[in-house]
């Protein structure tokens, strides 16, 4: 079955420090997501993206995030100043068509701890 | 979207089979049945969706009375490997900009043990 990779698969950082969370997504996918679970808690909704733009993003998608799809293969996550609370789990999907209850693929994610 | 409920943890030992029932009393008339399994530090994974009735796949089955305000996940003879977080999820939001965006709510803990 066709997966999504992410990388890397842990990442420490300081506060205030940026970092870049690399997803690639399946190939003939058109649809892509980022999801966050902080520990012991939900999976959460940040961002989608289609056609090379922001299609919703929720709440806890602010100023200090930013996607973007550099070339036909990579999808990122970029995150400027990380605070404390940004570390979770991020995880990374894609999706063929964007229909109605069409399955998403998540990949295994990446762990960012904050210190 | 519908809200579901869903048992918080449940135990079984391998061999035997597992029922999680989901209830989704306002369920929409257009809405799917999704269920996805969570490993530790790993993504959420599709595992089965229904409409109506029932539905097999290799890896469960999914029950699905007739007034669909509930669900069952079968998995047949667990194993040690199936411990995981099985979430249950009603329909989606279709995106204005493109997409659909998945909604998880805890889940259920199953827990197989020898």
């Known amino acids: 079955e066709p997966e999504v990779t992410q990388t890397p698969s842990h990442q420490v950082t300081q506060m205030g420090q940026e970092v870049i969370l690399r997803c690639v997504p399946i190939s003939n996918h058109l649809y892509f997501y980022w999801y966050r679970q902080i520990l012991g808690q939900k999976v959460e909704f940040l961002v989608s993206f289609y056609n090379n733009e922001i299609s919703e993003k929720s709440e806890i998608f602010d100023d200090q995030f930013s996607v973007e799809r550099p070339d036909g293969s990579n999808f990122t996550l970029k995150i400027r100043s990380t605070k404390l609370e940004d570390s979770a789990m991020y995880f990374c999907?894609?999706?063929?068509?964007?229909?109605?209850?069409?399955?998403?693929?998540f990949g295994s994610g990446t762990q960012l701890s904050v210190l | 979207l519908a809200k579901t409920t869903q048992p918080i943890s449940m135990d079984s030992y391998e061999g035997q089979e597992v029922n999680i029932t989901c209830s989704h009393n306002n369920i929409a008339t257009n809405d799917y049945i999704t269920w996805y399994q969570q490993f530790p530090s790993q993504g959420p994974r599709f595992i089965i969706q229904g409409y109506k009735t029932k539905v097999t796949n290799e890896v469960a089955s999914l029950f699905i009375p007739a007034d669909r305000k509930s669900s069952t996940l079968s998995l047949p003879r667990v194993s040690l490997s199936d411990t995981a977080v099985y979430y249950c999820?009603?329909?989606?939001?279709?995106?204005?900009?493109?997409?659909?965006?998945?909604?998880f709510g805890t889940g259920t803990q199953l827990k197989v043990e020898l």
């Open positions: 999907a894609s999706s063929d068509q964007g229909a109605t209850n069409e399955k998403l693929f």
């Open positions: 999820l009603v329909g989606d939001e279709i995106l204005t900009g493109g997409g659909n965006k998945l909604t």
